[in-house]
């Protein structure tokens, strides 16, 4: 590829002790192009940016700059680490007349995808760690609205998915700015724009951030579009004006509780029929919270916090279907059927700590805000996790993550010792004895 950067050769910049060896373009766009480098020895990626960009958006290098001095929000967002401008030496290396400027940032690492491949179906990946996903994505934007800061475009092509683990890397930073600065050149991407913004009626923002979101979750779980539905169906060619029409002006919520206007259709939209029962009930309110009173009045919108809750909860009720195999997340005291084959759910046995109960299912994790109301609520750091016998799945087994021994309780009277590492069986158990607090089996 032959681009901005010549690739194999060292470039001095401002800023830097040490050159940065270019490596490999690893893509390009209307802004610029991202290379892979090394700088002394620490595999990096640099955007350098095409010199129109700058005109097109002065504020762009300010804001940079800002984010930088900030600091990420998190370690899900693949962030500006330093600006950089080129040496005298090194600018007759730049295959541009003006040599423009960039930024270096974290190399993304392997096993990361393209969020879009999974709302196109093309990912294997699990119900779970979808929903990890879209907790990780939530409070992700909470700790950058806790900046105050907005993102201005959240959407599927600025996300990455882990699909073995549902971890996220947010990309394309470079848009955020500190809440009501109003600046810059990007107002979002059609389909995640809040109504206000695609109206023009008012700037990017914190508020327009969590309309966004919500969309961008949606998509997450449902693998389709909210406000796509039989009224889609009836537009000729989605112009700028039909646009604003389906996501403004007349926007409806496919699963709107009260105007079943827009619902899917059966055939041309089955992937939202089919997703949509699986999720609990509070999971939905939020998305007819949003998608409802939120659409026109933003202070409606749930907030980064809610989503959070309500996600983590829905991880907490995860059951597996006896019958078909497939992942369920029902009320546990009344589970109804199964959404893929129909077949009834069993109440689950549950796992009872200080700060909520937990589904007894292979792979749910017990985390430290089980036990302390203080704890903030993270997916990090499991302090037990469920899991199935190697030669017999049926059987669940409770694991100790911990770094300390465990005491508890058998059914029979027994007492056991669980040391780091060590798994239970379940079926036999009938309390545990953590540093952090009892853990007690309960049976349906």
Known sequence: MSGLLPEGASLRFTGLDQPLRIHRALGG??????????????????????????ERDPQLPRRLR?????????????????LLEPTAESRPLIRHPRAGFGYLMALRPPGYVGAHRHAGGELEISLQNVL???FRLADGFHQLHLKGLCYKDISLGNLFLEPGSGRVLICDNDNVDIDGQGGGSVLGTPGFMAPEVLLGQAKPSASSDLFSLAVLIFRLLTRHD???GRRELAIRCLDEPARRRLYGEEALFIFDPTDAGNRPDPTEHAAALVTWPIYPR??????????GPGLHQPQQRPLTGQWTQALSRCLDQRQICPQ???ETFPDPAAPGPCWHCGAPLPRPLQLQLPQGRISAAAGNE??????????????EHPLARLVSHPDNPGVLGLQNLSAEPWQGQLTNGQTIALDPGKTCNLAALQQLHSGAGPITVLRP
């Open 282 to 291: 509070p999971l939905q309110q939020l998305f007819e919270q949003c998608f």
């Open 324 to 326: 078909c195999g497939q």
């Open 366 to 379: 017990l985390l430290p805000h089980h036990w302390d109301a203080l704890a903030p609520l993270a997916l």
């Open 29 to 54: 766009g209307t802004q610029g192009e991202v290379y892979a480098v090394d700088c002394g020895g620490e595999p990096l990626a640099l955007k350098w940016y095409l010199p129109a960009c700058l």
């Open 132 to 134: 990890r996903a879209s």
């Open 226 to 228: 909210p406000f796509r």
């Open 66 to 82: 800002q984010s930088i001095a900030l600091g990420a929000p998190s370690a899900d967002f693949l962030w500006p680490l330093a």
